[in-house]
């Protein structure tokens, strides 16, 4: 596509001459805005390019060591591969309410990005995955690591790295836009093609209280919903599909004994935009498949529900 291979030349030069030779410091959260932004930069200006990616341990299954091979291995980007998980899960032990959990995640992140960016001597700039639609308005105003790197309304004094001067490539560009643009820049199909992550992550998909047990239990229930969506080919008609860690046991039968275990509840939208959104309708064999293969797999889980409610007046997470 001549379109976005000359966006591509053309931003690669605005990159270099904004930059000049100073140094460059890029979040990154696992999603595909910042990946991709980070991948341009690093074209532009090599190795005056650092990572930071704060891994919060609430992304989806693998997804972190997806993103670390990335970007070292294959692109031999500096990274700075933080696993915090431990701080993350410690800091929301108890913390049930919704809010609660997107502040208390919001500030841990921006404290452990702001120590490790004290460590890159000399940076001058930080880069950020922010799009058109951040720009405009704002899905993006509830905060969660993408996000947060973006607003400072909610903290206090500004973190250092708020000091530093911004380079936002992905400014004018929509999301397809962007995948796009990933795929130009040899990114693979199925890494740019992700549904959109919350930054609060999984956090926000196991109301009540977060346990690493649950984290780990979510994420296989997760990981065999996407690969049964995968396996029949509708991966790509849907907006968003995740799994739903309940906090509600129910009783169910295994051979011969009695268990009283977790519910898992499976969401998948359509939408343009997530301002609205449709539940997706499957074929029952496909969810029939998901929820025999989560329930077989996965301990702790023994019943498996769709959620079919609509945006609005449901929203796309449960919290
Ligand atoms: P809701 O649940 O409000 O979500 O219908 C709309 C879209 O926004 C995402 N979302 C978030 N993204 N931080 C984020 O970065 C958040 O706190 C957050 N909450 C919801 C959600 O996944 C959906 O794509």
Redesign the pocket.
């Known amino acids: 596509d001549w379109t976005m291979a000359s966006f591509r030349q053309e931003m690669v030069q605005r990159i270099r001459d904004q930059v000049g030779s100073e140094k460059v410091i890029c979040g990154l959260s696992g999603g595909v805005d910042s990946s991709v932004a980070a991948v341009l930069i690093h074209e532009a200006i090599g190795d005056q390019l650092t990572c930071v990616f704060v891994d919060t341990g609430l992304l989806r299954m693998n997804e972190a060591e997806q993103v670390v091979t990335m970007f070292r291995d294959h692109y031999n980007i500096p990274l700075v591969h933080v696993d915090a998980s431990e701080d993350f899960l410690g800091a929301l032990a108890g913390v049930t309410d919704p809010e609660t959990k ?1 502040k208390t995640i919001g500030k841990l992140f921006i404290d452990v990005f702001d120590r490790e960016s004290h460590k890159i001597e000399g940076a001058t700039f930080l880069a950020q995955g922010t799009l058109y639609p951040d720009v405009i308005e704002s ?2 105003a ?3 690591p ?2 947060v790197i973006k607003s400072h309304h909610n903290v206090g004094g500004l973190p250092d790295y708020m000091k530093l001067k911004l380079v936002e490539p992905l400014r004018e560009l929509f999301k397809d836009e962007v995948r796009a643009l990933g795929v130009e820049l040899g990114l693979p199909p199925a890494f740019v093609g992700r549904h ?1 992550f ?3 992550g999984l956090a ?1 998909r196991i109301p009540g209280d977060i346990t690493p047990e649950k984290v780990a239990t979510l994420q296989k229930a997760d990981a065999i919903y996407l690969d049964e969506i995968r396996k029949a080919g509708l991966y790509d008609a849907i907006w ?1 599909a995740f799994a739903v860690l309940l906090p509600v046991q129910s009783v169910g039968v295994m051979g011969d004994a009695r268990t009283y275990e977790n519910v898992c509840a499976l969401r998948a939208v359509t939408s343009t935009d ?1 301002m609205t959104a449709d539940f997706f309708e499957f074929p029952w064999e496909v969810l029939g498949r998901a929820a025999t293969r989560i329930i077989n797999e996965v301990k702790g889980i023994n019943r498996v529900v769709y959620d079919v409610t609509s ?1 609005p007046p449901g ?3 449960w919290e």
């Open positions: 997107r899905v993006s509830k905060g969660g993408s996000q959109p919350p930054g609060p926000i968003q997530g945006k929203t796309i997470e």
